[in-house]
């Protein structure tokens, strides 16, 4: 029962993103103009174009051309960029590490001092440090990733001076270097993430707060931190995972600002260059690797929400 | 059985009395921030001090003055004008795209409940795919596509954000397709789209204000994000998240012209959540 579950999410998740790539290739080709007189530009002879036509197979259907697209894309190969007929597979893979790493380290940044915050303003609701987490949260949700960035800049760096404000140095020689170059764009970005880890950690647990088996364990005489660590949250732990996996999800939206506030040599990074120079080939890998990213998260929150139902386990 | 009734709204009164005073306080407040920049947006080129180009002082990133009430930007340009003539764009741009962006979802959503049948689990099933497209992400896909321009702008927000709008408006028809008034139109004989009109839209519009709202809030802060990336408004017109970007070199002094447009941003988007937040329960919540 609960692995056909599984299988049926999975089975959705690849059906999505096949969907998923197809609106990718739409929206990228939208543009009625001719890819190949943009790539040999004006001076052109027309038997040039003719031949750059054919090699791009922009000659053939649309249907064709998506299906030889999807497969280099699925084979490891999606091209070459248009700009510098550098290979794409070339221009990422260092870059995806980094943006990997920088996503990690603010996980692990941000999943324990996020958890931490909602749990306790579980347990205290309606204090005044419960309203406070509340509060801060909600304004954090409701400004730009950008204008966090740029405030955590103006207290971390102009105020108090403790890390370089807008730089990025690529050689990194010692740990404590690491840590000044990565601590601005991984403090911004936690921000960003924590804000809705909280909400949504805090909500899932005052859901069941609500249940009966903890009011029965108040009125044995259970004091709320007990009714709270020891029968809520063991409880609330599926959706509490859901939370942490969706909240993880705002890390793609978080880390093209960042990324490019703070000059960071990662993916996104490399998708907002490659949108100034309308290097299309380049754009639709990132996009593909983005939706990937995506999908993982929220398909990880899905069978983690489908694992701890215990209804389902004992069926 | 007549105590009975008279009893039930006696208390819900109470209990609204009870904890409406302060919070429609915060509601109004809130109210009337969004009402100001609305009012702004729409009267801005009467009100603004300068022309949105004019380079009026030597000085760059200058501290609010007589002059120049909030001081001047990276080009010695007046700030406030430059705030005022932005909210246009700001405002103007997201209310187009929420609209449109609702409209669609909410009719397609009410037509897919009451429908029901393959209609329903085909259009359902393509727009959970849709939704499992990182926003940002795919609006830089279509700037890069076809150039970012105004219409193009307002199409891209209101395609991104019209799924959401589709699920909450679905949800809520199919609930309210079921009870028996609807049942009742539909036994009487009435059109199909007597009953979506008549009948569900009615009952479930307050949930799509504030769904509204919500989307509006979302389509602000990622046209900023647009925008500070330099890929909305293009220059020399500059929405909010445009100013924060041209002038963002004035971050190392603190300077006024990047914390001012962001301020507007956030007085905006934190006003219409909070504002949806003290709207009355029974406007708000998910069944009348």
Known sequence: M?????????????????????????????????????????????????????????????????IIWLGGMMTGNPGTSLVNDIPIVTLIGGRLHNTLLLAGVTAAFSVPIALALGITAAMWRNTLYDRLVSFATIAVVSVPEFMVATIAVLIFAVRL?????????????????????????VISLSFVVSAQMIRMTRAALIDTLGQPFVEMATLKGAGRVRA??????????????????????YLLGGVIIVETIFNYPGIAKLMVDGVATRDMPLIQTCAMIFCLGYLALVTVADICAILANPRLRYK | MTKHT?????????MLGAGSLTISVVGAMCFCIILFWVVIALIGPWLAPYPIGKIVSMDVFTSPSRDYLL?????????????????????????????????????????SAVLGGWFDTIVSRGIDALIAIPHLMFGLVIIAAIGSSLPVLVGTLAFLYFPGSF???????????????VQVAKARGEGFFYTVREEILPNMIGPVLADFGLRFVFIVLLLSGLSFLGLG???PNADWGALVRENVSGLAYGAPAVIMPSLAIASLTISVNLAIDNLPRRLRDRLP
């Open chain 2, 233 to 235: 408004v293009q220059p």
């Open chain 2, 6 to 14: 008279d009893t039930i709204p006696e208390t819900r009164r109470r």
């Open chain 1, 2 to 66: 609960i692995t056909r579950m599984i299988l049926t999410r999975l089975g959705v998740a690849v059906l999505t993103l096949l969907i998923v790539s197809v609106v990718v290739f739409v929206a990228t080709n939208m543009l009625p103009g001719d890819v190949a007189q943009i790539v040999l530009g004006q001076a052109a002879t027309p038997e040039a174009v003719a031949g750059l036509r054919k090699a791009m197979h922009l000659d053939q259907p649309a249907v064709f051309r998506y």
């Open chain 1, 228 to 249: 709270v660590l020891t029968h809520a949250l063991p409880n609330a732990i599926g959706p509490i995972v859901n939370a942490v996996a969706l909240s993880l999800s």
């Open chain 2, 71 to 111: 001081g001047t930007d990276y080009l010695g340009r007046d700030m406030m004008s430059r705030i005022i003539l932005g909210a246009r764009y700001t405002v103007g741009v997201s209310i187009a795209a929420a609209f449109i962006a609702c409209t669609i979802g909410v009719a397609l959503g009410m037509i």
């Open chain 2, 167 to 181: 699920r909450i408006a679905r949800a809520l028809a199919v609930n309210i397709n079921e009870l028996d008034f």
């Open chain 1, 161 to 185: 001076h403790w890390f370089p404000a807008l730089s990025f140095a690529n050689d990194v020689h010692s740990l404590g270097e690491l840590l000044r170059v990565f601590a601005m764009p």
